[in-house]
């Protein structure tokens, strides 16, 4: 997309539909492989014309590029919002995990977005390199916002509290009935803080 064509679709009634555009093709991509979502289906639900898709994003694949986009700045702003200023660890991530938690309660296709994307591998390593530096801005903002005896997050703590976020999704996602998003976090800090605790 040219710079014009971006602060042209950015304001006014052009950044509402770019909007409205980028929330349909993350709900259909929530409940539906990649490729079965077309262009067609997402200028019907969205009621714009497939040109005025291409004007906005340049291609399919740009348009799935910026969903990750969407999606990630999305949940990076709840992460933004509900983090704590205070200088207990345990009490910013508790507090940090119990957000995350009605994140997902409020929007459970986010996840879901970015899990399909990922492992798509008809979209091509542009996706995945855009979920990969995703990934490594999400490492990057809790290495920047937590700390230890006031030393920052080192990478590898980044990288398991990812992993831990991650995992717990999977299996909420899978099996939603038997696991309590926010009792798991809840127990996970339960055993490291009694771990820390030990002599």
Partial sequence: MSPSRKSAARTGPGQQTAKRILETTARLLANREPD???LDRISAEVGVAKTSILWHFGSKK???????DHVFDDFLKSFVAHHPDVSDVGLE???????????LEEKPQINTVLMTLLFDRKLGPD????????????RRTVTDNYTIDGQPFPETVAAAIVAFVDGVFLQWYIDPEAIDVEAVFDAFLDVVRLGRSEP
Avoid at 128 to 136: K, L, Q, S, T
Wanted: glycine share 0%; charged share 20%; net charge positive.
């Fill in 36 to 38: 079965t979502v077309s």
């Fill in 62 to 68: 740009d348009l799935f590029l910026a969903v990750v």
């Fill in 127 to 138: 996706v995945r390199a855009h979920i990969a530096e995703m990934y490594r801005m999400f």
């Fill in 93 to 103: 991530a508790r507090q940090f995990l119990r957000a995350y938690a009605l994140f």
